[in-house]
C-alpha cells in the first residue's frame, strides 16, 4: 500500500495543498511543507516551475517566475523531497508541472530518482493519457502514481478511460479556465463527480481542484468529493507577504487551519 | 534514404512518427476533437471547398503570380530564381491564406468569437481581417516586444476591429502571446476557435495549417508548368513554418531539393538566434512533441530575432519530421545576411520583401551562386511594409 492510498483510506476527505517548488526560494518551500503537514494538509503537490505554464493564471505564474529566477532545477526539486522525507515518512508528495522538463531528464531516470527520492505521484498537466503510455510503464515499473485531469468538457467515454489509467486518485478541474479562476456553482460539479464516480470501475478517489479560495467552498466541495485543492489561494500569500517571511509561514499557516477545520470529518 | 508516403501524414494520433500529437490540458482535449471533426467533414465538402476557393480568388487575389526576377539571376549566376509573389495577397502576406479557411470553419461551427496570437502582426493583421468579413469577434495576443516593433500592425488590427491584448509575461514574444491565448481558449471554449497562425499547436492544427496554405506549393506548380519549367530547388523561411510547409508538401513526393532557413540572429554560435531545428532538440512545447530550444533542465529558452516573426523557440511538428528523415535541409541565416538580401531584392528588383522573407531570399541567392542552371522558387512569403520602422531605424533615413 502506498502512502496515497492509504490518505485516502483514512480520511474522509483529503486535504490537497500545491505549492511552486522554490517560491519564494526553496528554504521556505521546505518549511512550508513541514507546516502544511502540522496543520492538517493530508498531501502535497509540488510545482515543478516551467517556463510556458499554460494552464496557470497570473497568481501561479508569477509563483513560477519567482522559482524559475531562484533557478530551481527538476533534480533540486528531487532532493528536496528526500530532504523532506528525512522528518517525514508518511505524507504523500506528487510532482505536479508540465512536460518539457521531464522529457528532458528522461522517463527513466526521472521516474527511478522520484522514487528513490521518496515521491509518490505524478501530475503532468499537459498530458493527456493518449500521450502517457511510454512515461506510464517507467512510473509503474517504479510504483509511482501517475493522476489524471478530467474537466467540465471531459466526454463520457473519455472521463470512463481517465478514471481507469490513473492511479492514487483523479483530479478534476472544477471550471473551465485557468488556476486562480473563480467558482461560481457547486451544483454542477457535483452531478459530475458522481457520474465519474458511477463510471469508474476501479472506484478511484476523485478530488476536485481549480477556483476553490474559502474554507466555505473547500466544506461544500469537501461534501461530495474525496478531496479538495488549493493552490493559487496559498501561492497568493507569498506572492503578497514574501518580504516578510515570518507573516507569510503565520498566515498560510492560519489560512491551512481554517481550512481544514472546515472540511467534512 | 526510405521511402515514405509524405502525403499520407499525420496519423490519426496527430503524429509525424515521433513528433506532433496533443500534449494539452484535459480542457482542451474536447474542442480539438470537434476541430478535427468539423474539418474533416468540411475538407470533403465540395460546396466549402467552392466557397473557399471563391474567396481565395476574389477576396484574396489568388492566385498569386510567379515572378521570375531575371535581374538578380543573371548577376548571381546561371541559375533562374523565381519569387512566388505571396507578398501580393491581401494584407501582404500568406497568412491570409489560413486564415480565411480557419474563419470559414469557425463560421460553420457556429463559433462566434475567435482569437489568435502573432508574432510580426501578419497572422493578426490577416484574422481581423476574415473576422471583419465575416462579422466575427476577433482578440489578438501579441507579445510587448513585438508590438514596439510592429506597431504598423498593430494599428491595422486595431482599425480592422480587432482587440490586440499586449502579453508581458515571459519573454513577452510570439511563445507567450501562444501561452496567454491558449489560456484564453481554455476559459472559452464554447464559444471560441483559436486560429493558430502556423503548424505548430496541437493536432490537428498543424495539418489544418499546412492544408489551408499548400495552396501555395499547389498553385506553384500549376504556375511553373504553364512557363515550361520545373522547379529544381524549393527555399522557404521557417519559424513555426506554415509558408514553407505551404509551398514545401505539395512537392514533398517529387525529385526536388527543398531548403528550410532559420533564423540564425547573431549567429548560430553566440546562443542568440531562433533555430531549433540547427541547434535544438526534441521535446514539448505549446501541445506538440517537436525540436524545440531548452536549457540544460528543460526550460524553454529566449530567442533572438531581427524578425518577429521567425522569433520562437518551436517549430512546426511536421519540419522536424521532414528533417529527422532528411527530407527537408534545413539551414540557417543571420541577421546581418537577411538586411543584406532585403536591401538587395528591394534595390534591384522592386520588390521589398518582409524581414522574415529576406533569410530565404539570403539562403537562395547563395545557393545561385553555388549551383549551376537550376530553377530555384523562393516563397516570397511577406511584404516589407512592416518593416519599415526597423528599417528606417538602421539605415537612419530622413524625411
Known sequence: MNRINNVFKEQKSVFITYLVCGDPDI??????????????????????????????????????????????????????????????????????????????????????????????????????????????????????????????????KRLKAIARYSSGYLYYVSLKGITGSSLINYQPIKKRINKIKKLSKNKIPVTVGFGIKTPEAARKISMFSDGIIIGSSIVELIDKNRKNKALMHKKINNFVKSVKSSLVK | MKKINYKSFPDKNGRFEEFGGKYVSETLMYPLSELEKAYKKIAKSVSFKKELNNELCNYVGRPTPIYHASRISKELGSCNIFLKREDLNHTGAHKINNAMGQAMLAKAMGK???????????????????????????????????????KVNVYRMKLLGAEVISVESGSKTLK?????????????????????????GPHPYPMIVRDFQSVIGHESKIQMKKINKKADILVACVGGGSNAIGLFHPYLNEAVDIYGVEAGGFGLNTGKHAAPLNKGKPGILHGNRTYIMEDQNGQIQSTHSISAGLDYPGVGPEHSWLKDNKRVKYVSVTDNDALKAFYYLTEKEGIIPALETAHALAYAFKLAKTKKNKNILINLSGRGDKDIDTIISLKRIKV
Open chain 1, 27 to 156: 528554504n521556505s518551500t521546505l518549511k512550508m511543507m513541514h507546516s502544511m503537514v502540522e496543520n492538517g494538509v493530508d498531501l502535497i503537490e509540488l510545482g515543478i516551475p516551467f517556463t510556458d505554464p499554460i494552464a496557470d493564471g497570473p497568481v501561479i505564474q508569477r509563483g513560477i517566475e519567482r522559482a524559475l529566477k531562484n533557478r530551481v532545477s527538476l533534480i533540486d526539486i528531487l532532493n528536496l523531497v528526500s530532504k523532506f522525507r528525512e522528518k517525514n515518512k508518511t505524507t504523500p508528495i506528487v510532482l505536479m508541472g508540465y512536460m518539457n522538463p521531464i522529457e528532458n531528464m528522461g522517463y527513466k531516470k526521472f521516474s527511478s530518482q522520484a522514487k528513490s527520492k521518496g515521491v509518490d505521484g505524478l501530475l503532468i498537466v499537459d498530458l493527456p493519457p493518449e500521450e502517457a503510455g511510454s512515461i506510464n510503464q517507467e512510473l509503474s515499473k517504479n510504483k509511482l502514481c501517475q493522476i489524471f485531469l478530467a474537466s467540465p468538457t471531459t466526454e463520457d
Open chain 2, 176 to 200: 507567450d502571446a501562444l501561452n496567454e491565448a491558449l489560456r484564453d481558449w481554455v476559459t472559452n471554449v464554447d464559444d471560441t476557435h483559436y486560429i493558430i497562425g502556423s503548424v505548430a
Open chain 2, 112 to 150: 462566434t468569437r475567435i482569437i489568435a496570437e502573432t508574432g510580426a502582426g501578419q497572422h493578426g493583421v490577416a484574422t481581423a481581417t476574415a473576422c471583419a468579413r465575416y462579422n466575427l469577434k476577433c482578440v489578438v495576443y501579441m507579445g510587448s516586444e513585438d508590438i514596439q516593433r510592429q
